[in-house]
């Protein structure tokens, strides 16, 4: 989507010695392929970024993908994504005009690419959402995913939440802990987070919390190897609570821990408890 940080990213990506080409006309896709098979591996890494500042010529881009794939080159797609408000507001506050805005307002503008590009974003290997990212967070996690090819390590993305704040948008799989005993309601804890050792071990010493991570983790020992086979190279788990402040938190870390051990690239990340950190 435009606004979502696709000029980060190319910096980023081009900070791990991807070649980048931003804006690069889909109809021209496969001749720069060609060209980067001739370069006798000094083009071994590289990222497009194709938009809908491709005007008419987006519409080729599924054609482009398709003899990609009877050519048998391997590629992935890299979708990214914010919320509406989002978009609106860096759009707003960079006073740059949407690649639409000739013929819609902002706002219709980003529901007409939003439409342009679902069936793009329902093909994506990866799908990132931006909204709640800062700079660094977003490196962090290009990193995980494309700073260290070699390794061919399978990568989960394990965010807390809050669901009273909202669902991420990327995510691949949910899981609502509100089952488990919620520390909010010890008076002691109340204003304490995830993060503290009083909370951790209020969490971790439930018996339902035991029972529930015990299967949940044979369960990602289970799903992991297949979501392989099928040539997926990323997988977002978001785990949320009610505010996302104590019990999320806790099992993330958990869960994010368990997932390393077995040899997976893991980032954890808690979405929601800065909003809690800064009441204190």
């Known amino acids: 989507m435009s606004g979502a940080g696709k000029t980060q990213v190319i910096n980023c990506l081009e900070d791990m010695e991807y ?8 109809v021209l896709l ?8 001739q370069s006798e591996g000094k083009i071994d890494k590289v990222a497009l970024v194709i938009d809908a500042r491709g005007g008419e010529f987006f519409s080729d881009l599924a054609r482009s993908l398709d003899d990609l794939k009877q050519e048998q080159i391997p590629y992935e797609i890299l979708f ?9 507001r860096r759009f707003k506050e960079s006073r740059r005009r949407h690649p639409l805005s000739n013929t819609w307002r902002l706002q219709e503008a980003i529901q007409v690419e939003k439409n342009m590009l679902e069936e793009l974003r329902g093909s994506a290997n990866v799908v ?12 962090d996690k290009l990193t995980s995913l494309y700073g260290h090819r070699q390794t ?16 991420p948008i ?43 991570t015990r299967r949940f983790v044979n369960l990602m020992k289970f799903l992991i190897p297949h979501y392989i086979n099928e040539g997926k190279t990323n997988l977002a788990l978001s785990i949320g609570c009610t505010g996302g402040q104590h019990r999320s938190v806790v099992l993330a870390a958990y869960i994010g821990e368990q997932l390393k051990q077995m040899g997976y690239n893991v ?14």
């Open 30 to 37: 496969t001749k720069f392929v060609e060209l980067s098979l």
């Open 128 to 139: 990132i959402d931006t909204s709640a990212l800062t700079p660094r967070e977003l490196k």
């Open 19 to 26: 070649y980048c080409v931003d804006n690069l006309p889909p």
């Open 170 to 212: 990327d995510s691949d799989l949910v899981i609502d802990v509100r089952f488990i005993p919620n520390p909010f309601y010890n008076p002691v804890m109340r204003k304490m987070t995830g993060e503290d050792r009083e909370v951790i071990d209020y969490v971790m010493d439930s018996t339902i919390t035991k029972s529930f």
């Open 267 to 280: 980032i954890v990340r808690h979405r929601d408890i800065s909003k809690y950190k800064l009441e204190e």
């Open 152 to 167: 061919h390590a399978f990568t989960v993305n394990v965010v807390s939440f809050g669901y009273k704040l909202g669902i």
């Open 80 to 88: 990214l994504d914010a919320s509406d408000e989002v978009l609106i």
